[in-house]
């Protein structure tokens, strides 16, 4: 069960984090006072995205004891998050080169979870 809550609470607060960056370098004028007031509107966003992640750290760290293993799988998470914002702010399709790049590291983090 703290597989699922440390997966839900790490996808949740990545994917927020991610939202808000890619909908700023799509719909926010980039200059120093938009950007700025958009970051002040998106604190308490901001807040509750980074407790999410402390907290699925938290719990991942309850449930394999590994702080390496948990971090790999939340930037496991964070690429897939990426990939699925470039398409959908963006329109980007993954090539299969990024497809290739995923498996890859797919197969790392099996070989670190071996013993």
Known sequence: ????????????????????????????????WSTF????????????????VGYGIKFGMKAVSQLGYVLVIAKCIEVLISIWMGYWFMKEIPS???WIGLVVIIIGVVLVKQK
């Not at 808000?20 to 799509?26: L, M």
């Not at 007031?37 to 999410?52: E, Q, Y």
């Open 1 to 32: 069960m703290l597989y699922l809550i440390s997966f839900v609470l790490m996808f949740a607060g990545l994917a927020c984090i991610n939202i808000i960056f890619s909908y700023q370098s799509k719909h926010i004028d980039p200059q120093f």
């Open 37 to 52: 007031k958009f970051h002040l509107w998106m604190l308490p966003l901001f807040l509750a995205a980074n407790l999410s």
């Open 96 to 98: 299969w080169k990024t």
